[in-house]
Each structure stands twice: as structure tokens, then as C-alpha cells.
């Protein structure tokens, strides 16, 4: 959705004239660096569907291929070209990834 995503690169660009953006964003990194996500990620049963993309510039990629390994019924897939707003950016693509998930398991 290419407004959407113009929409939301202007309101970065507006936090980062104002400052706030680099505080924001470091207080999400500390936020969540303090939490443990691994202690939990081993009790999860459900079949999981972990879809990332190989552009993001926020979460590196191979985050996805860690999570997916992490719980015991899941898989990671990669989208390259696709960075951080995956649904903006290429919402067919996840939309079909997510419903041939949801009917094949």
C-alpha cells in the first residue's frame, strides 16, 4: 500500500526532526531487551507461521529463522525485497502465505 507507507515514512521523518524518534526507538530496543522471549517460546504447541522479511532494516532477518527454531511446531519463511512493514508493503504475498498456512498446516 503505497500511501500507507509514504503516510508512515513521513510521520518517521516528522519524529526525526522533532528528536524523538532515536528515543523512541531506544526505549522499544530496551523494552525489549529485558524481557526473556526464549523461556517461553518452547511451551508454545501451536503450528506457527513465522514470515519476515530479508530487507528489514529494524530486525534482522535471521531473527525469524531463530524464532522459528525456538518453537516446536513452527517454520520461518523469508520475503526478499520486503523490509520491516511487510503487511504495508506486500500485504497479497503475506495474506496468501498466512491462509495456505492456515489450510496446510
Not at 4 to 22: D, S
Not at 42 to 71: C, E, K, S, W, Y
Amino acid at each position: 500500500n503505497p500511501l500507507l507507507i509514504k503516510t508512515m515514512a513521513a510521520q518517521v521523518m516528522k519524529a526525526i526532526r522533532e528528536g524523538t524518534f532515536t528515543c523512541d526507538a531506544a526505549l522499544q530496543k530496551a523494552a525489549m531487551a529485558q524481557y526473556r522471549w526464549d523461556a517461553c517460546l518452547a511451551d508454545i504447541t501451536a503450528p506457527t507461521l513465522v514470515i519476515h522479511g530479508n530487507a528489514d532494516l529494524i530486525i534482522f532477518p535471521d531473527a525469524a529463522t531463530q524464532l522459528a527454531r525456538q518453537i516446536p511446531a513452527a517454520r520461518a519463511i523469508r520475503i526478499d525485497g520486503i523490509g520491516h512493514l511487510l503487511l504495508a508493503e506486500m500485504p497479497a504475498k503475506f495474506y496468501e502465505l498466512a491462509i495456505e498456512f492456515f489450510l496446510t498446516g
